[in-house]
C-alpha cells in the first residue's frame, strides 16, 4: 500500500474523518454520521449565508452521496436541519459514483425547467467511514489511497432576476450510461471479499472502460459545442472510416477551440493520464484537476466543484468564457457540463483555496504510475 500511497498524486494536507485516524478504527454509525453533518451542514450554512436565503427559499433538494444509506435520507438530514419547505422536492442519489454531481445537476435542470421561479439546492459528497476497506484484497485498497472527505453545494436558479448575481449560466448537460455492458457494470464493484470484508473493487479493465464511455460522452457534446471548422474533419473522418474508403486514424477534435477551461474529474493519476493523452489537452488544461487531487485528495463526486474554486482563485475566469466539467464513475457512466461565465469572479472571494492558492501549481513530474492497478485492458475496446 505504502508505493501505492506514494506514487497516488496526493499531498499531506488532505483530510480524513476522525474514526479513521483513532486507534483502533471508529467506524460505527455515529461517527459516519457525525461527517456526513460535518460536511454536508458546514456547505449548505455557507451557502446559504453568501447568498442571503433561507432554507425554506430552497424549492428543489437534490443529495448524492454513493455508499453511505441511511433512514431518513440525506436530503431528509438537510431538509430537518435548515427547516426546508414542506412542499420541497427532495430527492437522494445513491449509489451512482463519482459522476453523480454532474447527474445531480442534470436533474436539478430537468426540475427547473418545469418550476418557474425556484431555487434548486445540489448537494454532493461522499462518507470515508462508511466506506473504508479494511482486508488484504489489492484491487480493494486503492480506495483507501485515493478517497478523502469533501463535499460541494451548489445553487441553480431560473429566477430571472439571479442573472444579475449568478456566475455561470448552464448550457449543456450529456448524460451517458454504458452499465448494459456487463464490463463496465462491473469495473468498479461493491462487493465483500474472501474473508467477507466489504469494499469497491477497481478491475483492470477500468481504463480502457473509462476511456470508451469517455468517448461516447465526448461525441454527443461535441454536436453542441464545437465549431463547424472541427465538426466537418470530424464528420468526414467518421464516414471513411464507416465505409471503410481507407485506412485513417480516428479524429480528435480539438475541443479547446470551443472550450476556455476544463474541470474533469480527479479519478486518479492514471485516469487523469490517460484522459490527456486520449483529449490531447495541454498540462494547463490540467492543472486544476492534478492540484485538486494534491490538495484534496479524490472527493468523489465534488471534486469537480473544487477544480472550478482552483480557477477561480487563480483569477482566470473571465466574462464569457466557456467551461467544461466531466465526471465519470461507477457504472460505468459519464456525464458532462457547459458552462458559461456571465459575472466575472473575485479572486479574492473566499473558496477551499484562498489562503495557498499562490503556493500551487506545485511539481508533481516526479510521481510515478501505480505498480499494480491500471494496467491496460487484455481485451482492447475499439471505438
Known amino acids: 500500500m505504502q508505493a501505492t500511497m506514494d506514487r497516488s498524486g496526493l499531498g499531506d494536507s488532505t483530510c480524513l474523518p476522525e474514526g479513521l485516524i483513532r486507534e483502533p478504527l471508529d467506524i460505527c454509525l455515529e461517527e459516519a454520521l457525525r461527517e456526513a453533518r460535518s460536511v454536508m451542514f458546514g456547505a449548505v450554512r455557507e451557502v446559504l449565508e453568501k447568498t442571503g436565503l433561507k432554507g425554506s427559499d430552497i424549492r428543489i433538494l437534490v443529495v448524492n452521496c ?211 493523452k486520449s483529449l490531447h489537452l495541454s498540462d494547463a488544461h490540467m492543472e486544476a484537476s ?15 466543484w473544487y477544480e472550478l474554486a482552483y480557477i477561480e482563485a487563480k483569477g482566470r475566469m473571465k466574462r464569457g468564457d466557456r467551461v467544461w466539467q466531466i465526471a465519470f464513475g461507477s457504472g460505468f457512466k459519464c456525464h458532462s457540463a457547459i458552462w458559461r461565465v456571465i459575472r466575472m469572479c473575485d479572486p479574492e472571494e473566499r473558496n477551499p483555496w484562498s489562503d495557498e492558492i499562490n503556493s500551487y501549481p506545485v511539481d508533481l513530474s516526479g510521481v510515478g504510475s501505480f505498480p499494480y492497478f491500471f494496467e491496460p485492458s487484455k481485451q482492447k475496446i475499439t471505438g
Do not use: W
Open 66 to 276: 454513493c455508499v453511505f444509506c441511511v433512514a431518513p435520507s440525506l436530503s431528509a438530514m438537510i431538509v430537518n436541519e435548515f427547516k426546508l419547505r414542506d412542499d420541497v422536492m427532495s430527492y437522494n442519489l445513491q449509489g451512482m459514483g463519482c459522476s453523480a454531481g454532474l447527474a445531480a445537476v442534470g436533474l436539478a435542470k430537468h426540475l427547473l425547467q418545469v418550476h418557474c421561479n425556484s431555487y434548486a439546492l445540489v448537494l454532493s459528497t461522499e462518507n470515508l467511514t462508511e466506506n473504508v476497506y479494511q482486508g488484504d484484497d489489492r484491487s480493494m485498497i486503492l480506495i483507501n489511497c485515493l478517497f478523502r472527505v469533501g463535499g460541494a453545494v451548489v445553487l441553480l436558479s431560473n429566477r430571472p432576476s439571479s442573472r444579475s448575481t449568478a456566475k455561470y449560466e448552464l448550457l449543456h448537460t450529456v448524460h451517458t450510461q454504458t452499465a448494459s455492458s456487463d464490463r463496465s457494470y462491473s469495473c468498479i464493484f461493491r462487493k465483500e471479499d474472501e474473508e467477507g470484508g466489504t469494499g469497491i473493487s477497481i478491475t483492470k479493465d477500468l481504463l480502457a472502460v473509462a476511456n470508451q464511455t469517455i468517448k461516447t460522452n465526448i461525441a454527443a457534446l461535441g454536436h453542441l459545442v464545437l465549431p463547424l471548422s472541427e465538426k466537418f474533419p470530424y464528420a468526414v473522418n467518421a464516414m471513411v472510416r464507416y465505409f471503410q474508403v481507407m485506412e485513417v486514424q480516428p479524429y480528435n477534435p480539438d475541443f479547446t477551440k470551443a472550450i476556455d477551461h476544463i474541470c474533469p474529474h480527479v479519478g486518479g493519476k492514471p485516469v487523469l493520464d490517460e484522459l490527456q
Open 290 to 304: 492534478r492540484m485538486t487531487l494534491y490538495k484534496f485528495g479524490n472527493t468523489s463526486s465534488s471534486s469537480v
